[in-house]
Structures are given as C-alpha cells and as structure tokens.
C-alpha cells in the first residue's frame, strides 16, 4: 500500500512538474499571462470603481461598503478569477477525445482526470505565485482593507474548487465521446462561471434572491466567497459554507463525470476509433 501511494506521489508530482516546465518554456507568453493580463484587468477594474464612486451620494456607499472595500475587489476578483477557471488545460482535453490521440492515455498506467489535474496544478503553481504580486502590489499601494492573514484559508478553498472546475472540465471533454464539436462549451462554462462566481458583480450587490441563490451553489466559492473572506465583507461561517458547497458539487460532478467516462470508454473501444 505505501509502494502504490509513493509512485502515485512521484507520479503526479512528475507531471505538476511537466506543467510548470511546459508553461516556463514559452517565457513571452508566461510574462503575458503571469503579469501582464493581471496588471491591464486589475488597472481598468480599479479606473472603473473609482469612476463609479465619484458620482455616489454624500454617504460615499454602495451596498453598504465604500470606495476602499470595492477597490480591493476590482484588485483580488480578477486575480482568483484567473486561478478558479480552466481554459488551456481544458481545451487540450476535449482536442485528445475529438482528435482521437487519448489512446495514448488509455493505455498508460494512470487515468485521463489524472493526468491533466497534476498538470493543471503545477500550472496554476506557478502563475499564482508570480501573478500574485500584482494584487498584493496594488493593495500595499492604495492601503486597501485586506486581511492578509486570511490568504492560506481562503487559498486551500481556492485550490479546492479547482478540483470541482476541473472535474467539470473532464465532463466536457467527454462530450467529446458523443458530439462532434465540444469546444463551444468551455466559453460557455467559463463565462458562466465568471458570472455566477461574482467576477464580474460582487454577489451581495445582487437582489437578494438572486445573491440567495448564488451563494447556495458552489461556484460562489470560486471568487466571492475567498475574496469576501480576505476583505471582510463575509467571516468563517461564509468560508465554511464555501466548502461545504463545493463538497456536494465535487459529488454531483463526480458522479456525472464517472457516467459519461464509462459510457464514452466502452463505445469509443467499441468501434476502433
């Protein structure tokens, strides 16, 4: 049994190490996307809040928060964004099952979800651990009400809904199995994720019954729940309840995902293809 669990360890290990190396080689584009993209979204996010406020009554809120507490969002929102969706990984998993080249996978000692989720983690690794000085940079700056103590929590529930996108991801893919052109679901998964997880709006600017409902499903937990946590706007019992739903998300999706694999296996193998 600690044979298996040590050769699991170094394998997956292996290829988290084959992300980061995949995604370093390319150095202009890493600088793109680790620091670049960051900087010009948080820039025009912050422009935009701070235009907003300067047309606010004389109480200076909105939604009971003022100037400093949107800012802070405009600077983490996209930057979690960012880590909590899949767009690259995901793609290259639907083109293995469309293209027919997952062969080569199936008959290597280690799954499909496997494979991909060590990699995607070593590529969300290293982009976080750059691009998040971009964030960090901005609040220092503009003196932003962030509670740095509270990044290692809401960071583990951060990597915990990756598990839940990427599961979701491997669903897709596996559409692949039974249509032909899969690729518009990604955009359409990721721009709904965007929005149901309070990217673009923060969820408790919502009417309430909307922002009742978001804050019910799991993807909330993708970036309003740890960016509310680590600027205040929410505490632990928001945190907990974050994970709570992606636990019962990681079921549904788990159980879904299993279905579809098998099924698309067994007639995929079927017919040679």
Do not use: C
């Not at 909105?62 to 995901?90: H, K, N, Q």
């Amino acid at each position: 049994m600690k044979t298996q669990f040590t050769a699991f360890l170094k394998r997956n290990l292996a290829l988290a190490r084959l992300g980061i190396v995949t995604n370093l080689e390319y150095r202009f584009n890493f600088i793109i996307d680790a620091f670049i993209q960051p900087i010009l979204s948080v820039g025009i996010e912050v422009l935009l809040w701070i235009a907003i406020f300067k047309t606010v009554d004389a109480t200076g809120l909105i939604g009971g928060f003022g100037r400093d507490s949107y800012l802070a969002y405009a600077v983490w929102a996209p930057f979690l964004g960012r880590i909590a969706i899949s767009w690259m990984y995901e793609s290259m998993m639907v083109e293995e099952v469309v293209s027919g080249s997952i062969n080569t996978i199936l008959t290597r000692p280690l799954s499909f979800f496997e494979y991909y989720l060590s990699q995607t983690l070593g590529y969300k690794v290293i982009t976080t651990v750059f691009s998040m000085t971009v964030p960090i940079a901005f609040s220092l700056f503009f003196d932003l009400p962030v509670h740095y103590e509270r990044l290692p929590a809401a960071f583990i529930l951060v990597v915990y809904y990756i598990l839940l996108v990427h599961t979701m991801s491997f669903i897709v893919s596996t559409l692949g199995f039974y249509l032909t052109r899969v690729r518009s679901f990604t955009l359409l998964k990721n721009l709904s994720l965007m929005l149901l997880g309070g990217e673009l709006v923060p969820i408790d600017l919502m009417p309430e019954n909307l922002s009742s409902i978001l804050l019910s499903l799991p993807f909330s937990s993708g970036v309003y729940v740890p960016l509310a946590f680590i600027t205040g706007r929410g505490d632990w019992d928001l945190l907990y309840r974050g994970f709570f739903n992606i636990s019962w998300g990681l079921v549904v999706a788990g159980i879904l995902s299993y279905f579809l694999w098998n099924r698309g296996v067994r007639e995929y193998t079927g017919t040679g293809a």
